[in-house]
């Protein structure tokens, strides 16, 4: 079941000192060139400020001086201000500064006028430059990991050729604003460059890190920028016997905020019979529309805001 996190979460890590990694290409974003011929592969960390794992794993691949084999390898701390601002006395407020981060990608050719969408300006030649694209995640509530391949054919092969986690979730992303994922090329069934974003587990869980390291260690090789001895020893986990893919076909939002699940979901459960009444929003049953509906992150009881999804369902193909 999903254990519901309190507002001040235990922190099973600690969390890397990234100021040493200012000065790059750009603030925070560190540009490794082979010199040889090969793709452009980004991984990319703190998209939301409190997702941690994916700091540690770019932080560790840095400070081990890892140097592409071919092609380039970029590196970046995103919402770095946000992180800046993490206090644990209330640990969910650093997800963002002014916006989220991860909805703004839609908008970057506007002039910029919050933290995010000023970052994003900066990030933007880099991530226009990548073939590539790993986006490491976190998430509120215990749930297992899911790698998040977008709606693209391009994008479940890619997630099946790294392997793992288990769960691979097919989506179209948020109504609120595009992601980085989807962004130019990365959308574009047309285009060769391709992009996964991995919600790693609960953002401070141990386990968090393991997979965020596992899942980049996977990557880096699968894209051919490094072989299996250039990393860290340790990353790589056992590969997982099967995969399956959910693809969303609904969103549920809370019109004003008042939704009140029928019972605690693990996440990803498959919900056998159509017309189960999963919550209800202020007095609205709101029921699975079809047989074996998945859960595709469901969230807790945490306080919400009116228009935020509380779960999406989907699928299994």
Known sequence: MVKNM?????????FPDLRKWEKGAAPYIHVLESGKP????????????NEVSGAIVVDALLTAGVKPRKGTLILSFNNIEAYHS???RTPFKSRLVDEDFNRVWGRVDEPAT????????????????????????????DCVPLMLSG?????????????????????????AGMRMRDYGG????????????????????????????????????????????DLPAGWR???PSSQRVVEVTHAVATKR?????????????????????????????????YDDCVLVMPSSSRPLRPGVTVVRLGRLT
Do not use: Y
């Open 114 to 141: 919050t933290v995010e969408t000023k970052r994003a300006q900066v990030l933007r030649p880099f991530v226009e430059r990548a073939d590539l694209l790993l986006d490491l995640h976190s998430m509120h509530d």
């Open 6 to 14: 309190s507002d001040t979460p235990p922190i099973e890590f600690a």
């Open 257 to 289: 905020g008042n939704f009140t699940p029928a019972q605690r979901f693990e996440g990803q459960d498959v919900i056998p019979k159509a017309g189960t009444v999963l919550g209800h929003d202020d007095d609205e049953p709101v029921t699975t529309p």
């Open 38 to 49: 090969g793709p452009t592969v980004m991984v990319a960390s703190l998209t939301h400020g």
């Open 186 to 229: 990365f959308g574009d069934p047309k285009s060769p460059k391709n992009a996964l974003l991995i919600e790693t587990g609960q953002h401070w869980r141990a386990s968090s890190v393991v997979v965020a390291k596992d899942v980049t260690a996977r990557f880096l090789v699968e894209t051919g920028v490094l072989e299996e001895g």
């Open 86 to 88: 993490f206090d644990r």
């Open 237 to 239: 986990q056992p590969t």
């Open 151 to 175: 709606p693209l054919d391009k994008g479940v092969a890619f997630a099946k050729a790294i392997g793992t986690p288990v769960d691979i979730v097919r989506d179209a992303g948020h109504a």
